[in-house]
């Protein structure tokens, strides 16, 4: 593996830390002007939003953990600009259900910041669980 692969990975690892602890100035700091989300699913925060809607959704999306939500990595494979990323989340909902989550994130770089991130998870344990349907 290259440089700049272990460098993504790099990267990815610390996007997920900063997940964890709702970090949102390395969220805007490391999210590329041109930065698009994807979220799968049917889901009310399901879909493509671009940096700014990214940004200004964190705070209602991690809104919904109030002891936080924490990410792990399993597993990391970079090839190129892109490292696939297995995560599980964890955390207790606003109604104090328990949100256990398997992910699987799809990061895309370009010189040092994140261009894309996908998203892909349980939806129906996400409906479920955070929207109570």
Do not use: C
Request: charged share 30%.
């Amino acid at each position: 593996m290259g440089q700049q692969e272990e460098e993504n990975k790099e990267l990815a690892k610390r996007m997920i830390a900063a997940l964890s602890s709702a970090d949102v100035d390395f969220v805007k700091e490391h999210y590329a002007e041109d930065f698009e989300l994807w979220v799968t699913g049917s889901l009310p925060f399901s879909g493509s939003n671009d940096k700014a809607g990214a940004v200004a959704s964190m705070p209602e999306v991690l809104g919904l953990f109030p002891e936080g939500i924490e990410f792990q990595i399993k597993a990391m494979t970079a090839e190129g600009d892109r490292v696939a990323i297995e995560a599980t989340g964890r955390g207790k909902t606003f109604r104090g259900d328990l949100y256990q989550q398997e992910y699987h994130f799809l990061m895309r770089v370009r010189g040092g910041k994140i261009v894309q991130w996908k998203e892909y998870m349980d939806t129906e344990h996400a409906r479920k669980v955070l929207i109570g349907e």
